[in-house]
């Protein structure tokens, strides 16, 4: 997985806490992190849907609903693509031991294992939103780190 996830989900954990758009320089600056690598992921967090970009003198990036309704799979799915993180090569057909194409009519105990694993994944990470990581920081910080984004949002 890419380092887009990460900063992907902070930016919406950042943005939940917004009361307006949020400009791309300022997440990069509240991130210390460069305003281009930030762009990009925001551009495929804004072609999912799940936040917008507006123009104008007080233009940036928003949250396109309630963050109770964002989960970090549709995160990861934005940032990632949806395709799975294990890909059969199907490498029993092939070796002086290859089992022939018509004897693979499932996949193999590799393959169940790995779907398996991946979909306990995402279930996991659908199980938790936006609003849930930003609770969970609250709690870890004694409600103090959510206050303190707040008032740094603000005194733009």
């Known amino acids: 997985m890419s380092g887009g996830v990460e900063w992907a989900v902070h930016c919406c954990v950042v ?3 917004a009361d307006r758009p949020v400009p791309t320089a300022r997440l990069a600056e509240f991130h210390g992190v ?8 925001l551009q495929q967090l804004s072609r ?26 549709q995160i990861v799915m934005a940032i990632e693509g949806e395709d799975p993180a294990f890909q059969c090569t199907e490498v029993r057909q092939r070796g002086p031991l290859a089992v022939p194409e018509e004897a693979c009519l499932r996949p193999c105990g590799i393959a169940r294992v790995m779907a398996a694993a991946e979909d306990a994944w ?10 849930d990581l930003a609770k969970r920081l609250d709690v870890e910080t004694a409600g ?12 733009r």
Do not use: F, H
């Open 15 to 17: 943005l939940s806490q």
């Open 34 to 41: 460069s305003r281009t690598y930030l762009a990009k992921n």
């Open 48 to 73: 999912a849907g799940l936040v917008r970009a507006t123009e104008g003198r007080v233009g940036g990036y928003e949250l396109t609903r309630g963050s109770g309704e964002i989960t970090v799979l």
């Open 122 to 131: 995402r279930d996991s990470l659908a199980s938790v939103t936006i609003a």
């Open 144 to 155: 103090s780190a959510l206050e303190s984004m707040r008032g740094w949002l603000g005194g």
